[in-house]
């Protein structure tokens, strides 16, 4: 009897440590308070989900949920009150290399040109010219911008300002993609666009992604599962499986359902 225990129990250990190894981010019980003299704000309360290798998850929920703080977090842009975001098992201390960021706004240096834009992280991390050089060729061409490499910022369109700065994420060969609501500044049609052409750089890089929207359609759109958070204080309400074949189209009715059940679970 002895035996059998013992042989069970190495197979559950077996099988959560290769579950874990899986999981490029986890967030475990994750909070964050801001106190003042004034007040204290719960802005996030026991927090709990993992994106795997690979993943592309989205992050929706209603205004003030805390998706902005949460992803700060896991950027180590901040520092959790409690709980811990580990990134391949190892815990997030502060801003690193092996996670790329990609903001609504397009943060692009105007005195530089596309090139010299997506140069600037390679720079930073002392990348020799002759390599530097060739993975910005590689990542302007991925996203569909090599006519524009020598264009400075003012040249180009909202669309392709964002396409730079995910070119610029990309080009540090980081670890996760961390995008907030990266296309909320331009139209619907730039908008269906660019979540193509997400998709198709994300399939051929195989990135792990994780992107905060407050648009349903386009979390369902682009996602593999979808985080919806509840509000005061934020936290994971549900973690929704999208399971549907890409590319998506919103008039299907397996579609419509999936966002009804998520804006369901925003509007309760």
């Not at 003042?36 to 993992?50: G, I």
């Not at 290399?97 to 992280?121: C, H, I, K, S």
């Not at 909202?158 to 730079?164: I, L, N």
Request: aromatic share 6%; proline share 4%; glycine share 10%.
């Amino acid at each position: 009897m002895t035996d059998t225990k013992t042989d069970v129990d190495d197979t559950d250990a077996d099988a959560s440590t290769t579950a874990r190894a899986r999981e490029k981010v986890v967030v475990d019980g994750l909070g964050k308070r801001y106190d003042s003299d004034r007040q204290t704000v719960q802005a996030l309360s026991d927090v709990n989900f993992s994106v795997g290798t690979g993943e592309f998850v989205c992050l929706v929920g209603p205004s003030g949920c805390g998706k902005t703080t949460l992803f700060r977090l896991i950027a180590g842009l901040e520092t959790p009150t409690t709980g811990d975001v580990l990134l391949d098992g190892e815990p997030v201390t502060g801003p690193g290399t092996d996670r790329g960021m990609v903001f609504q706004e397009y943060g692009l240096f105007p005195w530089r040109t596309v090139r010299e834009n997506v140069a600037f992280g390679l720079e930073e991390q002392g990348v020799d010219g002759a390599e530097r050089k060739r993975r910005v060729a590689q990542m302007i061409d991925l996203v569909g911008l090599s006519g524009f490499a020598d264009a400075y910022p003012k040249e180009l369109s909202g669309g392709m300002k964002q396409r730079v700065g995910i070119a610029r994420a990309l080009a540090v060969d980081p670890e996760l993609l961390l995008m907030d609501e990266p296309f909320g500044s331009v139209d619907a049609q730039t908008r269906d666009m660019l979540h193509g052409e997400l998709l198709e750089v994300w399939a051929e890089t195989g990135k792990t992604v994780l992107f905060v929207t407050h648009d349903v359609e386009e979390a369902v759109t682009l996602a593999d599962r979808v985080v919806v958070m509840a509000a005061d204080p934020g936290r994971v309400r549900e973690v929704v499986p999208v399971g549907l074949e890409r590319p998506r189209v919103r008039t299907d009715a397996a579609f419509a359902d999936r966002v009804e059940h998520i804006r369901g679970l925003i509007g309760d």
